[in-house]
T-cell receptor, first 115, second 115 residues
Framework: DAKTTQPPSMDCAEGRAANLPCNHS???????VYWYRQIHSQGPQYIIH???NNETNEMASLIITEDRKSSTLILPHATLRDTAVYYC????????????????FGQGTILTVHP | GAGVSQSPSNKVTEKGKDVELRCDPI?????LYWYRQSLGQGLEFLIY????????KSGLPSDRFSAERTGGSVSTLTIQRTQQEDSAVYLC?????????????FGPGTRLTVL
């Protein structure tokens, strides 16, 4: 799976949008971009994933550049509860069975949302 | 419904003792994963189960580590002759299948401390 690069930390004011960048310049055509987050003392939580189109769900939006070499996770109205480590993961699309979806976590970005 | 549960939540043991960590995945999930998270190492993959078989054990750090899954449900991670470097949070995750399109749901983890 392709390597990702994220800033080690970011700050955001409560109520403002948090934009978390991720660089994945060696991504292959069959690799998806996934975002997970880990709130202190909890297990990681899935946020969103995408291939090349921008994606939106109830938690966040994912913007992927046209060349797919980078992406941005957007939390539109950050709250204090969004303070967490955010992981950007690139992962080969698989159907399951012996060909499966192992998650390879990097160091992630520590997002601190302050009042 | 219930999420992934793990027991015990905390385990303190003496060096050289054996420990067993348990994971109860979400009902119906055929894929199960073990990860561990230690200070300075981040989150690392240990083993993947599809049903009761383990197609990928490549992340197990030594032959002191083993895992099994019975009835396509509960899994046990066993560490024999524990060492201080085994101290970490051990996380279990499950998903509908091993395919990368399936979100992995993580449990709260077991914090293992080896004295």
């Amino acid at each position: 799976d392709a390597k990702t690069t994220q800033p080690p930390s970011m700050d955001c004011a409560e109520g403002r949008a948090a934009n978390l960048p991720c660089n994945h310049s060696t991504i292959s055509g069959n690799e998806y971009v996934y975002w997970y987050r880990q709130i202190h003392s909890q297990g990681p939580q899935y946020i969103i994933h995408g291939l090349k189109n921008n994606e939106t769900n109830e938690m966040a939006s994912l913007i992927i550049t046209e060349d797919r070499k980078s992406s941005t996770l957007i939390l539109p109205h950050a709250t204090l509860r969004d303070t967490a480590v955010y992981y950007c993961i690139v992962r080969v699309a698989t159907a399951g069975g012996t060909s499966y979806g192992k998650l390879t976590f990097g160091q992630g970005t520590i997002l601190t949302v302050h009042p | 419904g219930a999420g992934v549960s793990q027991s015990p939540s905390n385990k303190v043991t003496e060096k050289g003792k054996d420990v067993e960590l348990r994971c109860d995945p979400i009902s119906g999930h055929t894929a199960l994963y073990w990860y561990r998270q230690s200070l300075g190492q981040g989150l690392e993959f240990l083993i993947y189960f599809q049903g009761n078989s383990a197609p990928d054990k490549s992340g197990l750090p030594s032959d002191r580590f083993s895992a099994e899954r019975t009835g396509g449900s509960v899994s046990t991670l066993t560490i024999q002759r524990t060492q201080q470097e085994d101290s970490a949070v051990y996380l279990c995750a499950s998903s509908w299948s091993g395919g990368s399109f399936n979100e992995q749901f993580f449990g709260p983890g077991t914090r293992l401390t080896v004295l």
